[in-house]
């Protein structure tokens, strides 16, 4: 098996992201059971083949996507902090972090947060715009391949006009977070996680 | 005024009369006040003494259609009537103005009829089968068929805590008190039985569907409260069915057992789950027959009705929930059902339905006044008080306790506003009047009676008239008023596919995860048998889009803008740009093709018609067609022309050639305009035109 010792998860680095993410302990220790599963190579990071292995993702539509967005810039491993990292966006907002003072930076699974992982998500070159191209790519991803180019084209048009308000044709951030301000995201992009 | 016809038939019977033949004739002319004995007098009297009755007067012939026509009718004209006296209408919901006429017709009735003989049997009672079996099925039908399936879905725990956890806690709460109550000595109520007051509390724990629908959607509130309310009125009626027959039981057996409570508990669940399984099969059934109307398209409104009424029916058979039936075959047929019907068929479903149920619940409270009229009634100060506080209490500490143990489960949490409707919008209704109705005739039964009516009397004037000022004073969320956009709908389906990710990427069975199943496994299977043609694999987004340009298309044709379009001559005016590529219109299914060929058509004649008197402060718009507004619609040609402009971009001037070419392939000569039009609108409507037909390919 292994020395498996230098990656077992020590009681500080759980009260660090504890602190970063604010997830409870048995959270914590739940989804480091969930990481080490998933770890084939057993060297405490994950790379891309470990998520493909996982089979519901490669039928997902957005699965590339979601496999990227849980590695940094430019990186091909991810450890567990980064991991927890990006977990933390879907993790529900609670009502008492509402009335509290706000810390220094916004915590991670605030509504702006969550929408602007999902952004990213769309925003492939970071330009912190949606371009007509990028909506394609998604749009074709999500509906298949029986729609014609030009269908596709009108809707990726109808939508960038409906939300398009300052005339750029492209969708940026701040538009974004308004065509979405009837959804309720708090409920859409949170997992229940078990307490 | 009588036609030809009749007054041929007319001489016809008096010659025949005149050579007074034998009874064949006699029966022919259908006269039947002539009892047998009569019609052989007249025959032995061979020329009869009397004179032939030119008009003779025969009401028991039609009298029990005329009666409830007449009934139906007047309920209608009532509706009416509330909505010019608009002060009223604005303060009273009209389920209140609705039992005050019933009251009133019933007390008109009782005093016509109070030197006749047999007092009981004219003024019309609400009785059980009437209700259950003809008044009921349409608003339910109603509310499942339009139900809010992902709202729904979501809440899906919360509803089903407070139907069946509530509805226990409400039915024993009130029972146990009202037995302690009715052991008070100064009450005279000491041989009220316990197995009686459980009966009593189960009858009168149950919200009721039509009443929460007449008054909450008078108000407007948000989904998410309006869903948990109408959600628990739905799905208590498995709760309320097998408490009442199993108390019903009881109180003839006079024991319980131990055996029996647990006998009962299986019973809810073969209720409920059997239900549901009765209105699942009917409702696939339905969906599959919908596939093969292609043809006759003007019956595909009768199978949704037909099928539906019989899941409730085949569900009362075997004293399962009729309801749950009912919103089950509902819910399952409608995704499948619409993808096959035609425009006009969906258009005649959903007004029918509603026509239906608006008149159904107009009946229902109109006969409640009746009733109340009408009824013996044994009044007990102590025991009615008792109850409408009993009520009242145990709604709150329900709703309370459950909202406690709930919002641990829940993401977004139930805060003290949303606890208060929920609490304040537990109304009683008829259903409670049924079912007390159904009661065996015990001396009981009437002061039984008496307070569930006062109940549902207090429910409904004070809680319905109450709650519109209390949401305003509250400052609830009130339900918004839009229809869905397109980015909505594509970023909703991406957060859905981006969670389902997530919670694979964690291990996670969660709800995205058996949405996710649910919708693959409809995809894969169940989509390819039941909806015909190439609609079976049309991704959701594309339906979703089509269904969206097409309403707009329809909305813009309706409102006559398109009495802008220009002729013929002038279009040939346009200077083609020199670097024209030749673009293929792309092509579109037949069907399809026939279909906006045909909704064209329809719509742009209609159009030529209204051109005589055209101006657009003239135009008739029902105003709650479609949710159409003059300004709603003004705001979205603007944004139609905004698109145009921007659309100029992408599409060039050859679309008027390609307009062209449709114009001819659909062989119309559009109708020539007068020269007042400007240039500018011409081309613009024209790249509308050019716009939509491309939208459609």
């Known amino acids: 098996m292994g020395s498996r010792a230098s990656t077992l998860l020590r009681e500080e680095e759980i009260e660090e992201i504890k602190k970063e993410t604010g997830f409870s302990h048995s959270q914590i220790t739940r989804l480091y059971s969930r990481f080490t599963s998933l770890d084939k190579g057993e060297n405490g990071t994950l790379s891309r083949e470990d998520f493909q292995r996982i089979p519901e993702l490669a039928i997902n539509p957005l699965g590339d996507r979601i496999i990227n967005a849980f590695f940094p810039e430019g990186e091909d491993q991810v450890n567990f902090r980064g991991f927890m990292r990006t977990l933390a966006h879907f993790r529900p907002i609670e009502d008492n972090e509402k009335n509290k003072n706000p810390p220094t930076s916004e915590p991670l699974n605030s509504r702006t947060n969550k929408l602007l992982f999902a952004f990213r998500l769309y925003d492939l070159d970071r330009d912190d715009k949606i371009s007509r191209d990028e909506l394609l790519q998604v749009l074709r991803m999500m509906v298949g391949v029986n729609i014609s180019d030009e269908q596709l084209g009108s809707i990726a048009d109808r939508t960038i006009q409906e939300a398009d308000t300052n005339g750029d044709n492209s969708i940026s951030f701040s538009e974004f977070i308004k065509v979405l301000e009837k959804v309720d995201v708090e409920q859409k992009m949170s997992i229940r996680f078990l307490h | ?697």
Request: a positive charge; charged letters at 20%.
């Open chain 2, 1 to 697: 005024m009588a036609s030809p016809g009749v007054r041929v038939l007319l001489l016809l019977v008096l010659v025949s009369s005149a050579h007074g033949d034998a009874s064949g004739i006699n029966r022919t002319r259908g006269n039947r006040t002539l009892t047998p004995e009569e019609e052989e007098d007249s025959q032995q009297h061979h020329n009869n003494t009397k004179a032939f009755p030119v008009l003779s007067f025969n009401f028991e012939h039609v009298r029990k259609p005329f009666e409830i026509s007449l009934w139906i009718l007047l309920a209608l004209l009532m509706k009416l009537g509330f909505h010019l006296i608009p002060r009223v209408s604005h303060i009273v919901p009209e389920s209140c103005l609705l039992i005050v006429v019933g009251l009133l017709v019933g007390g008109v009735i009782k005093a016509l009829d109070s030197d006749a003989s047999d007092t009981n049997s004219s003024v019309p009672v609400l009785n059980t089968k009437l209700f259950f079996l003809y008044l009921l099925p349409p608003i339910i039908l109603d509310a499942g068929y339009f139900l809010p399936i992902r709202h729904f879905t979501e809440n899906l725990g919360t509803i089903l805590m407070f139907a069946v956890v509530g509805t226990l806690w409400n039915a024993f709460f009130i029972g146990g008190m009202m037995y302690g109550v009715c052991q008070i000595e100064a009450a005279q109520l000491g041989d009220v039985d316990l197995l009686s007051c459980l009966l009593f509390g189960s009858i009168i724990s149950a919200v009721d569907p039509v009443a929460v629908l007449a008054v909450f959607e008078e108000i407007h509130i948000n989904e998410l409260l309006y869903i948990l309310v109408f959600g628990e009125s739905l799905l208590n009626d498995a709760v309320t069915v097998v408490l009442y027959h199993l108390f019903e039981e009881f109180s003839h057996a006079g024991t319980v057992t131990i055996t029996d409570a647990f006998l009962g508990v299986i019973c809810f669940f073969v209720v409920s789950l059997g239900g549901v399984m009765i209105g699942l099969i009917y409702g696939i059934v339905g969906a599959f027959t919908s596939r093969f109307t292609l043809h006759s398209r003007v019956i595909e409104p009768l199978f949704v009705f037909l099928y539906s009424y019989m899941a409730y029916l085949s569900a009362e058979v075997f004293h399962l929930s009729g309801i749950m039936s009912l919103i089950a075959c509902g819910v399952a047929m409608r995704p499948y059902v619409e993808a096959n019907i035609s425009h006009k068929s969906y258009t005649t479903i959903k007004y029918f339905m509603k026509m239906w149920s608006s008149v159904s619940e107009t009946l229902i409270f109109i006969f409640l006044g009746v009733s109340t009229v009408a009824g013996p009634h044994v009044w007990n100060w102590t025991f009615v008080i008792f109850t409408v506080i009993l009520c009242l209490v145990s709604r709150v500490l329900g709703v309370v306790g459950l909202t406690f143990i709930i919002n641990k489960f829940r993401i977004v949490k139930l805060t003290k506003k949303d606890q208060f409707i929920v609490a304040y919008g537990g109304l009683r209704g008829a259903i409670a009047f049924s079912l007390g109705f159904l009661l065996t005739d015990t001396h009981m039964k009437t002061m039984f009676l008496t307070a569930i009516i006062t109940v549902i009397f207090f429910t409904v004037f004070v809680q319905g008239m109450t709650i519109r000022p209390l949401v305003e004073l509250l400052a609830v969320k009130k339900k918004k008023e839009t229809k869905r956009s397109i980015n909505e709908e594509i970023h909703t389906q991406f957060l859905d596919h981006l969670l389902t990710g997530i919670e694979d990427v964690c291990g996670h069975y969660g709800h995205h995860h058996w949405k996710d199943k649910l919708n693959r496994f409809n995809k894969t299977y169940v989509k390819k048998c039941l909806i015909s043609g190439e609609r079976s694999t049309e991704p959701q987004l594309i339906s979703f889009y089509n269904k969206m340009e097409l309403r707009q298309a329809m909305m813009l044709v309706e409102s006559g803008s398109l009495a802008v379009l220009p002729s013929l001559t002038s279009m040939q005016n346009i200077q083609p740009r020199d670097t024209v590529k030749q673009r293929v219109i792309p092509s579109i299914s037949k069907r399809r093709e026939e279909e906006i060929r045909k909704m064209l058509r329809s719509n742009l004649q209609k159009t030529r018609q209204r051109l005589r008197s055209y101006s657009r402060h003239d135009l008739m718009m029902d105003p709650f067609e479609e949710d159409l507004s003059e300004v709603k619609f003004r705001k979205q040609r603007v944004e139609m022309g905004r698109r145009v402009r921007l659309t100029e971009t992408h599409l060039n001037v050859h679309n008027s050639l390609s307009f062209k070419g449709m114009v001819s392939q659909m062989g119309y000569s559009m109708p020539l305009q007068g020269g007042e039009r400007k240039e500018n609108k011409q081309m613009k409507a024209l790249k509308m035109w050019g716009f939509i037909m491309f939208i459609f390919s």
